[in-house]
């Protein structure tokens, strides 16, 4: 629900576009207008408002809109946390190239009889990559970065064995393209802080595994001087 405060903020701005037409909003208008350095800066309440369309539905009682709490769509956290990360690391360094990469499995194709389409593809959540390193971030938008089948703390088996799988597909993929490049693989597990902090780190065969966890309630400054200490 708005704020009393903010809904007559919205009501005055309404009250200022006199003389422009209403349109009925859906997805597809949005896809209609063309972004350029001239109206730039429309970008973001135009972003802003293709967010509260996606997540504006109807009730069947009486065909009234209602918006949907976007905190509680998990699918939808979970891409967000990933673009904010990956998107952060665009904007805010530059000691990296950031990307998400494709990494090809090593199926000897000769030996196989499966159907290769079947076979899921491999794909990093970002990618930070300069000549010496290559980190590679899976973000997890989990309410906990332990598993609760356990009677003591756990990591979660799966995003370990991910992550791990990702670093030494993507050697052995860089090894036979390059001949033995000298690339330090490194992985990184973050996870929002939901009461509990992480700030761990494994040598994991050949590879550098990090455990973090990152406060998203927390002021702007400390956000960004915790993604960026990741890096270190």
């Given at each position: 629900?708005?704020?009393k405060?903010?809904?007559?903020?919205?009501?005055?701005?309404?009250n200022?576009l006199?003389?422009?037409?209403?349109i009925?909003?859906s997805?597809?208008?949005?896809?209609?207008?063309?972004?350029?350095?001239?109206?730039?800066?429309?970008?973001f309440?135009?972003?802003?408002?293709?967010?509260?369309?996606?997540?504006?539905?109807?009730?069947?009682?009486?065909?009234?809109?209602?918006?949907?709490?976007?905190?509680?769509?998990?699918?939808?956290?979970?891409?967000?946390?990933?673009?904010?990360?990956?998107?952060?690391?665009m904007?805010?360094?530059?000691?990296?190239?950031v990307?998400?990469?494709n990494?090809?499995?090593?199926i000897?194709?000769?030996?196989?009889?499966?159907?290769?389409?079947?076979?899921?593809?491999?794909?990093?959540?970002i990618?930070?990559i300069?000549p010496?390193?290559?980190?590679?971030?899976?973000?997890?938008?989990?309410?906990?970065?332990?598993n609760?089948?356990?009677?003591?703390?756990?990591?979660?088996?799966?995003?370990?064995?991910?992550?791990?799988?990702?670093l030494?597909?993507?050697?052995?993929q860089?090894?036979?393209?390059?001949?033995?490049?000298n690339?330090?693989?490194?992985?990184?597990?973050?996870?929002?802080?939901?009461?509990?902090?992480l700030d761990?780190?494994?040598?994991?065969?050949?590879h550098?595994?990090?455990?973090?966890?990152i406060?998203l309630?927390?002021p702007?400054?400390?956000?960004h001087d915790r993604?960026?200490?990741?890096?270190?």
């Amino acid at each position: 629900m708005l704020s009393k405060a903010l809904k007559n903020e919205a009501k005055g701005i309404y009250n200022q576009l006199t003389g422009i037409k209403d349109i009925l909003i859906s997805p597809q208008k949005f896809s209609l207008v063309t972004i350029h350095r001239n109206n730039i800066h429309y970008k973001f309440p135009l972003q802003v408002g293709q967010l509260i369309t996606a997540q504006t539905a109807i009730e069947e009682r009486n065909g009234n809109y209602f918006f949907q709490d976007f905190d509680r769509n998990h699918h939808q956290m979970a891409r967000l946390f990933e673009s904010f990360v990956r998107r952060f690391y665009m904007r805010e360094q530059k000691r990296f190239k950031v990307s998400r990469e494709n990494i090809e499995w090593r199926i000897n194709e000769s030996e196989s009889t499966g159907n290769l389409a079947l076979i899921p593809k491999m794909q990093t959540d970002i990618s930070l990559i300069s000549p010496e390193r290559k980190i590679i971030i899976d973000t997890k938008f989990y309410l906990s970065a332990y598993n609760s089948r356990y009677d003591s703390p756990k990591l979660h088996s799966s995003h370990l064995y991910q992550l791990y799988s990702y670093l030494c597909n993507l050697e052995e993929q860089s090894l036979s393209r390059n001949g033995g490049a000298n690339k330090i693989y490194e992985g990184i597990l973050l996870y929002p802080k939901n009461g509990i902090a992480l700030d761990e780190s494994y040598k994991i065969g050949s590879h550098r595994i990090k455990i973090y966890t990152i406060n998203l309630e927390g002021p702007w400054q400390d956000i960004h001087d915790r993604l960026i200490s990741l890096l270190d």
